[in-house]
């Protein structure tokens, strides 16, 4: 399954969540690394129901992973920029497949508006960055035109403390300790 939209199409429809499913997908967002039993505590279940709640939420595709939050500087990836893509109508899966094939794109989007596409990337450097867009992107025949947006500095947003849903909030609304 090369791509999302292979996944959306095997994932069976979906469910509701309720509160405890929610509570669960906070604490992962929020540490991916968290126990079963640690999770299970702080969402008030029992390990068992934790187990299957979240083999449950990874079955229907609600969660698609586990990752690690980079700082992309750090790693040596200082230039970061979104480009945006207006591409040839009913070409969108073919641009996709190229655009995941380059070193450094770290989100694609089918957005609607004055653009077709929009592209995250992340380069060691904006000379590095030049050569993506100019000869790899702008190479692409599908792709009609490019606009590039340099970003000067960026923050990810916590999910518990950056308002997402099921964030706290009010005085005093600081997420629990995490259980080693």
């Known amino acids: 399954m090369a791509d999302g939209q292979d996944r959306a199409e095997q994932a069976p429809p979906p469910r509701p969540l309720d509160a405890v499913d929610r509570d669960i997908l906070r604490i992962l967002q929020s540490d991916g690394r968290a126990s079963v039993r640690g ?32 700082d992309h500087e750090r790693a040596g990836q200082g230039a970061s920029a979104y480009i945006t893509l207006k591409i040839v109508q009913n070409t969108w899966r073919t641009v996709r497949e190229q655009l995941q094939a380059l070193p450094g794109a770290a989100h694609i989007a089918l957005v609607s508006g004055d653009f077709d ?31 590039t947006l340099l970003v000067f500095e960026e923050t990810d947003l916590d999910p518990v403390r950056g308002g997402g849903p099921g964030a706290p909030s009010g005085p005093g609304a600081a997420p629990e300790e995490q259980t080693p």
């Open 39 to 70: 999770v299970a505590e702080r969402v008030h279940v029992s390990r068992a129901n934790a187990y299957a709640r979240i083999n449950r939420l990874i079955d229907d595709g609600v969660i698609r992973g586990f990752t690690a939050r980079v």
């Open 117 to 147: 596409v929009l592209l995250l990337v992340h380069t060691p450097d904006t000379r590095t960055l030049r050569e993506l867009v100019l000869t790899r992107i702008q190479a692409i025949p599908e792709v009609l035109s490019t606009r």
